[in-house]
Every structure is written in C-alpha cells, then in structure tokens.
C-alpha cells in the first residue's frame, strides 16, 4: 500500500457542489451565518458558535449558497451543512504546501497565536477533530511541559501523514514551534515511526535552528498514532484512564495540524483544504489528494481514477478503525485523513469458531485489557462483569478482532457492552 | 460512472477491516507439525509398537468428538486439530506396548469426557490428554508403568543374551504373580517373542535415591540404638572396667554403620557416576526408555522451538517450567549428586521436555495473562520436580499439569493485567 507514498499529492479542485457540514468537530455545532443565495468567496466563514468548545467553518470555494439543509453526514446521519454551488475560479490554491516569506516565531505572541488558530477553525486532523484552541487555551492548572508532534500514521494504509512531512517540513516545524510557544511548554517532541528514514531525514533538517525542538524515532506498530500509546512511547508517561494528555502535561498534536496552525498564523489561511489518502484495492488510482473541505467523496473518487469493479467497502479512514459507509453523497471534513476502499478478497473472513483461549488478543490490547473475557461477559449479558473488566476502558482499535485467530467479533461484542454501559447510566 | 457509484450498494460492517490470515485450526495444526520429530523418534524406536498406538488414539479422537457433536447436534469440530493434538499428545505418552483397546479408551476419556462434556473445545478445564493418562495409570497402573526397551536397545540386549536366557527370564517373570499382567499384555502385544523390559531413568533415578534414603536410613537407626543402649548403661550406674566395656560396644556399633553408610554410599556413587553422562545423552537423544514419544529431549526441543519462531506458543511457560524445575534439580544435586540425578537428566527425561512446549502450553487450559502464564509455567515445574524427589511416583508431569490446571481460574483473577492508565473509574 506504499504506492499512494511514492507521488507527490496531487491537488483536486471541487465537483459542482460542496457540502460545508456546521458540525465537523466535537463540541457545539455552529450556526450558518450566510444565507440563501449568497455569495461567498473562499475562506470566507459560513458557520460559527459561540460555545468555548467549537470551531468555525469557512467556504472552501468561490460560489453561490444553494441551500441550507440536513445533508448527508460522515457519522451517517443528517447535519446541517451549507450547501455552495461553486463558481468562477472555484477552489484556489497556490503553493499550498509552502510558509511564503521566512517565518520568524518572534513575531508572534500566545494571544495571536489562540486568536489566528481559533479564527482558521482548526481542528485535531488526525481524526479527533478536537478544536485546536481549546486545546491551546492555558489552564493554570494544569501546565504544559511537552508538546508532541504525531507523525506516527494513525492506521496502517494511510500515508497523508508521511506525504505531509516530506512536503510540508518547514511549515509542520513552524506550527509546532508556535504551539510550544503559545502553550509555554519547554520542548517540543516530534515522533515518527522508524519505517519512515526519508521522513526522520527532511524533518531534522526542518528542526535545524530550534534548540528546544527533537526528532525521537519510534517502533512502527499499530496503534503507535494513537494519543495514549505515543504519549507513553514518547515520555514514559501514562495518560490516566479517562483522562487528556494534559493531565500530565503533554499536548499531542497532529503534523496536518500543526501545517494548518503555520499557515493559519502566518497567512491568515483557514482550514479549507487539506489532505487526503486514497487507498485500497478498490481504487484505480490510489495515492494521497489534497482537496477542499467539503468535497464531495464521490467526486474526489471520481476525480481521482474512480472505483473499480472490485470495489466492495467503503472506509472512511484506515482498515483498522474506519467506519464504513454506504453512501457517498457525503463530503470529506477537516478531520478526514483517508478513505480506504476495499474488494471482497481483502476483507472476507472465515467464520468465527471456539475461543481456545490463546491469550493472543490480551497480549496485543495496547490498553492491557483482558479482550476475551469482556466479550464473554457481554455475550452472558453480563454487563456488571464487562464494566469490571474496564470495558468502557477500550479505544476500539481492532487490535484484538485483527489477532483472534477463532476470528470472533470481539470489538462488535464490546461496542454492544458499552451502548449497554451507557444505557444503565 | 457517477450514476454508477451511486447505484452500488457498499458493504457496511463493523471494524476493523482487516484481520490476521491466521485460524485456530492452522494453531492446531501448527503444534502436530511441531510433534512431527518426536513422532518421528517414537516411530523409529518403538517401530510398529508406537504407530498401533498413535493410530488407535487419532483414530479414536476424532471418532469421539463427531459422536458427541453429532448426539448433541452441534457443529462439526472433529478436523479442527484439536482432537488432534490431544491424540497425539496422549499417545506419545503411552508406553508404547499398551493395547490398542486401551488407548481407544482413555482417548475416549480424555476427549469425550474431559472435552466435549465441559463443552468442547474452550471449554475444558482440565488437559483432556493428561485426563486420559490419568485415567489409564488409575484404570491399568501395571501396564501403564511396563516400559520396553527401544528397538536398538532390544537388538542389543538380545545378543548379549542366549535363547536359554531369555525364556529363563520369561519364566522368572511369570511366576512373579505381580508382574504377571504386565507379562501378559506385553506377549499380546509382540505376539510370540517377548520384548525386554527395564525401567526408566526416572524409575532408576528413584531406586537409586531410595536406596540411598534406605541405607541412610539404617545407618541412622544403628546408630541412634546403639546410643540408646550405651545411654541406658550410663544411666545404670556402672562405672570402670564396665562403662569402658559399653563405651567400646557402642564406637564398634557406630563404625560398622558407617562403614556400611560409606560403602553403600560409594557403591551408589558408582553406579550414578557409570550412568551419568550416558543416561545424560540418552535422554537428550531418546535411545532411553519410556513413553513412545517422552523419550527424545531433543526431538521436543526442535518441536518447541519451530511453535516459538512460529508464534504459536509464547516463551513464558516453557521458560517458567524449566527454570523451576532446573533450579530445583540443581539445587538437589548441588546438596547430594548421590541421592540425586543432575539436572540436564531431569530435564532430558520423562516427558518435561514435552510438558513444556506442548502439555503445559495447551492454551486452553493455561492462563490469559502473561503474567499468569509464566507462574502458571514455574507452578508446573515445581511441582514435577517436587513429585520427583519426594513424592511416591518417579515421574510427575501429568500430576503436576492437572493441579496447575485447577488453579488456571485463581491465576487469571489474580494476575489481570493492569490497563494501561488505571482501571475505569466507576461513577
Ligand atoms: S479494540 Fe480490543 S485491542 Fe483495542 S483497546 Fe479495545 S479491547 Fe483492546
Ligand atoms: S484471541 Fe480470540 S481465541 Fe484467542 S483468547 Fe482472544 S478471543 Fe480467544
């Protein structure tokens, strides 16, 4: 699945329509500002909140509102979304990958830095979507010693990440020097998986300069991405179960994130693009894309080879955690990093059989958990039992279900347990 | 091509979306590719012996576990290999001349009782091999205990020994009313000729050692009464030429029982330091006697290493039955190398090499947890060493394997990993 790594991104202009969801991020939805009819122009914004946790949204293009309606949403129900048909000059991007002028940190002080990132509605791209500013906003409370950068691939397939590093080095290090500033952290950290020499390569040489910033290689191993695991792998320290990386003074931050912020910062740029891996054995021309917010994911595939014969599953995201769609009059948000699009070869799996207690899925549970015995425990309806063994605690990474050679839908079991946990209060 | 798409109807399901092409069965199977030497040694010392053997217990698992699915109308499991493993587990820990009949049977035992009616696969909780064996020792102590010598082993021998010898032994034998069963199924089994017997080195080890406890034993007595006496004397009151006289009685009783002590002592010396180092390779190597399969240290060794390198088992429970066992043998032999065998022999014999990669790692019936595995591995050589030195059995894998399996529940409650980060904090 290297392919898609090997070519530059390619830049893909927006179909006829775009959907701008106003809910792309956790926390509050935000509320149209534009009306029917209107025109707008890129980066223009078309939805905000007044809630502390959210994020605006922006046009992605130069067009015309359409409409303003509940549309079809990744999460597989209706959200509000702006609805823009796209004009004259449509999407404009000009060097997207570069900070224009030398970029000097000095320039900036913590108020802008919130400030800029706030009004760019940047948000977590890794796929948490979390409003960055929030993430940024300092809390006495709890003081920020390290900021890491996750240049580890959230999920096996996806390379947007690694594209990303050896596009965007300069800017991806000017976005995390400004958040080491603005959260008045000592040290930023920038990890990167050691399947990734060429990354590690431009990225030390992008670090040249800052004297409190540092490359730390790590072992290419899923869920290695994941903020729990690389906050371990990276400080030795244990995010408590149920609690933020803040809670021991880390601030994790994703490589698109941290580009968007030097742009943000620098340009004024919001976040209306951004990139996205194609990949899959269902796609005909695989490879990463870098395409406005809002872009429809028929249109992307459509523009970008289109789907083959084979193609079977649609993922909105890795093989591991991407959940899968069936419709796709849906747009690609800020924190979409991949669609994976699989044949019936790749996925089909045999049927489940015995557990034979091979402890095979204890072993690999990133989280320590005992994955057999929770599943047993919701299969009995036993939920008291799940809850003891710390269901609530799982991230859903696959892991267990990847590994189990009775190949038992261990994950679809905990998923159950924990609407039931929730359910019970 | 849009309306296409559009048309398309995707699949939806949970994730993830991609699993490991691995399946119990290929595990199953994976651990009789890993038995393959030892089969081999087996099949090459005990010839058409050990295939009879094998072939009842193969024969007879999968024969058991399609009648109990089939009277339960459950799924068919009877080639997922896991009947399988327990065959040929079973069977090469049978001696090789056992019946056919009575391998059929503790098959059955091991896989319809001790399997399938806990629920099949998953479900048991104890080893269904080890049941089996165990029901057997219970069911035909004798038979189960008479070993005969390898097919080299036998050649040998009988060229040492003329035609007059051995049918003077064969009756000697017979008229010994104990052994007389073992006599019996042994000439079913080989048809006309008889094949020799002898013990293991397990069982020599242990004559060995009780020989030593015996005359140390004796010593101890001898001695003890003989102060008794000179101590009654004293207390009698007599003094003088008397007392000298009692004095002398009692130093003469004292160097007479040592004498015998060192005597026996060294004559045991002798014979372990004449086997040492041929009983040490023998068992390493499997031209000892023993159970069709248990006999090779090496062969299992290869086993165990190909499921290591495969995945298929993990490192913990091997390593945790041999350190305990090897500590404690060490440390037996480091304290008396006359009452006790060396180490590397302990390993090399009676089925520990096998117990450790294949009987011990039977996931089912092991712990989950690493943690729980490794104590899991370090309770079951323990207790093999502990049998072997101080229980009435010489050999004791088996006994060690079902206690350990009954504390597997207790394990894995006390050993529950931690979750990375603390448990969930219940609101
Ligand atoms: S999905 Fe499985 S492996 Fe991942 S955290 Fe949950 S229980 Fe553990
Ligand atoms: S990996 Fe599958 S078979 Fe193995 S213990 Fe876990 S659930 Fe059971």
Redesign the interface.
Known sequence: MTEALQCMAVELEAGATVVVPMSQHIGAPCKPVVEKGQEVTVGQVVGESEAFVSAPVHSPVNGVVAKIADMPHPNGSKVQSVVITVGQGGHKTSQWQKLPDKFELDKYEYEQIEKAVNAAGIVGMGGAAFPTAVKLARNPQKPVTTVLLNGCECE?YLTSDHRLMLEAADSIVAGLALVVKATGASKGVIGIEDNKPDAIEVMLKAIEGYDNLQIASCKTKYPQGAE?QLV?ALTKR??????LPLDVGVVVCNVGTAAAIAWAVTQGRALTERIVTLTGKGLNNPGNFVVPVGMLL?DL??FSG??NDE?????LGG???????????IPILKGTSGI?V?T?A??L??EP???????RC??VC?????P??IAHAVKARNIEMA?E?????CC????C???????I?L??YI?TGKIAVRQMG | ??EE??E?????????????P??????MYEVCIGMIPAIGVALYHFRERALIVLLSCIVSAIATEYIFNAVRKKAK?HF?G?ALVTAIILGLSLPATLVWWKCVLGTFVAIGIAKMLFG????NIFNPAMVGRAFLMAAFGSAMTTWVFTADQDKAERALWSQEQISQTVQLCAADGSEESAVEEVAVVSGATLPLTGATLLKEDDSLRKAYKKSKRAHDTAIAEARAVLHDAEESGIVGEELAVAQEVYRVAEHAAEDAYDATKKELKKERDSKSYKDTISTLMGSERGSAGETSAIAWLIGGLFLLVRRTI?WRIPLGVLLSSGVIALIAWWVNPIANMNPIAHWGAGGLMMCAFFIATD????????KG?FIFGLGVGALIMIIRLFGALPEGVMYAVLIMNMLTPLLDRCT???????????A
Do not use: W
Not at chain 1, 389 to 393: F, Q, S
Not at chain 1, 401 to 407: A, D, E, H, L, T
């Open positions: 096996p729990r371990n244990v995010v408590p179960t149920g609690g028929s595939i459509e289109g789907l193609a079977e599953k649609v993922l093989p591991m955690m991407g959940p899968t769609t069936s419709r796709l009059d994976t699989m019936a790749e996925y799996k045999a059989t015995a557990c034979i207690r091979c402890s204890v072993d990133p989280l320590n958990l005992v057999t015995k809850k063994n710390d269901i609530m605690a859903d990474c696959g892991c279900v990847f590994i189990c050679p009775s190949q839908p994950l679809q998923r | 091509m849009t798409v559009k398309k109807m995707f699949v939806v399901s949970s994730s993830p979306h991609l699993v490991e691995s399946s119990s069965k290929r595990v499991t997922d896991s099949g696969l998953g479900s993990t996931p089912v019936t092991c712990p989950l947890s690493r595995r529950r990993p931690m979750p990375l980060g603390g448990h969930v904090k219940n």
